[in-house]
């Protein structure tokens, strides 16, 4: 038996989950099709492979599926200066002043947002602007520096079109930001490719890259099958390429990250919690398992106030709130009910918060019982989420991948992984 002290995620190191990934093995295209990449399927310490489009057959009937709906921004944004000096603007997530993402995705002639800033010392205080000339009319879009943060400026765009959201100046003034690993620029195939085929809601800056290899044909096959599928929607921040520094955890500090889910999609959850929820991606599964503990601290905060007083940031999930929270005495459906009398109460059709949730060993999922996944760097966040589903056998899944000629990282392969009950 493990002593209690030694169990604290605080203290993990991040060395022990260090493997050596070659370059070679970094996949820096997509596959010619995309249920044609190779599936690696793991389950009570078994190891077997195959290809996505045969998925259904290694999942149970009546499961219930759930997708990362997000949708890529073009949040690159190359400026030139009137010398010639290239100012690259990276926009990670809207300014404190809008409620939610989409709130900021849906503004228009100006916005205000955190961003990186490449050769940040050659901008001075100039404004600087950028020409597009889309099907209709010609677009000037403004950069503006409005203070700088620890690691980020705070930016006012604004632009000379007010029928244009600044979604829609994205998608005509900026590039797909690829992951760093890949080191190369967006080329035309990324447009399609580095987005899901569910891709509906603006506002990531990183493909929920676990989706990437689902098609039509393959959801046909799912439905034959009685596995209903739904979608939540969380917008990946640049966060999720944040390597770990620290030697433990405890001195990471894990990024937030927006998500919504609707009524619907809870009732759903709440109604098929006998049978095995399927997370497609990091991202689905820590959304969903925010969505347990943000409705475990409305049922213990309903105890003093009516649920009606319990406002949003009463409820948001931070680093470490799922291992010093108190769960014991509150089942699955006691939180999913009080999360919907909630929302019922607060007349709310979705929920729109953020969540810093880290998952690492010795977490035990809530809500998920299978997750779908790409195969993560060393030494990061994600790794230590796939050692909290499958403990160390995350190793054998590793080395298997490794010598099996399975391609990592975001256009790579992926993993279809039973979590250790």
């Avoid at 690993?181 to 399609?192: G, I, M, Q, S, T």
């Avoid at 620290?246 to 919690?273: Q, R, W």
């Avoid at 106030?305 to 509150?330: A, C, F, G, M, P």
Wanted: hydrophobic share 40%; net charge negative.
């Amino acid at each position: 038996m493990i002593e209690e002290k030694f169990m604290s995620p605080k203290h993990l190191r991040i060395e022990d989950f260090d493997y050596d990934l070659p370059d070679e093995k970094i996949a820096i295209h997509p596959s010619e099709k995309r249920d044609e990449s190779k599936l690696l399927v793991y389950g009570n310490g078994n190891i077997d492979e195959t290809i996505y489009a045969n998925l259904a057959a290694y999942l149970p009937g009546n499961a219930f599926v759930i997708f990362n709906n997000t949708k890529v921004v073009e949040a690159r944004l190359l400026f030139k200066k009137p010398t010639g000096t290239a100012i690259e603007i990276f926009c990670l997530e809207p300014a404190d002043a809008y409620a939610d993402i989409t709130t900021a995705m849906l503004q228009h002639n100006k916005v205000l947002w955190k961003c990186l800033v490449g050769n940040a010392k050659k901008w001075k205080d100039e404004v600087l602007t950028k020409q597009i000339s889309p099907d209709t009319k010609e677009l000037l879009l403004s950069a503006k520096k409005i203070n700088k943060q620890q690691d980020s400026f705070i930016i006012e765009f604004s632009w000379n079109d007010d029928t244009l959201s600044f979604a829609e100046v994205l998608h005509l003034a900026g590039v797909i930001p690829l992951p760093p690993y890949l080191h190369r620029d967006a080329e035309k195939e990324d447009a399609v490719r580095y987005q899901t085929v569910y891709a509906k809601h603006d506002g990531s800056v990183a493909a929920p890259t676990a989706g990437l290899h689902f098609t039509d044909e393959l959801f046909k096959k799912l439905s034959a099958k009685n596995i209903t599928k739904g979608f939540v929607t969380l917008h990946v921040g640049a966060g999720t390429f944040k390597p770990v520094k620290a030697a433990t955890i405890e001195d990471h500090e894990m990024h937030a990250e927006f998500f919504e889910v609707s009524y619907p999609i809870i009732e759903k959850l709440l109604n098929k919690s006998n049978e095995k929820i399927i997370a497609v991606g990091t991202t689905t599964l820590r959304t969903l398992e925010s969505l347990y503990w943000m409705g475990i601290k409305i049922s213990q905060q309903s105890t003093v106030d009516s649920r009606q007083k319990i406002t949003i940031e009463d409820i948001t999930i931070h680093q470490w709130d799922v291992y010093e929270l108190n769960d014991k005495n509150i089942s699955i459906e006691e939180s999913l009910q009080a999360m919907l009398d909630w929302m019922k109460e607060n007349n709310l059709d979705k929920l729109i918060a953020k969540t810093q949730i880290i998952i690492v060993p010795p977490y035990k999922l809530k809500l998920v019982d299978i997750l779908i996944t790409n195969f993560h760097q060393p030494r990061s966040t994600l790794l230590l989420l796939i050692a909290a589903v499958i403990g160390n056998d995350w190793k054998k899944v590793y080395d298997y991948a490794l010598q099996n000629n399975f391609r990592f990282l975001s256009y790579g392969d992926g993993c279809l992984l039973f979590a250790d009950v």
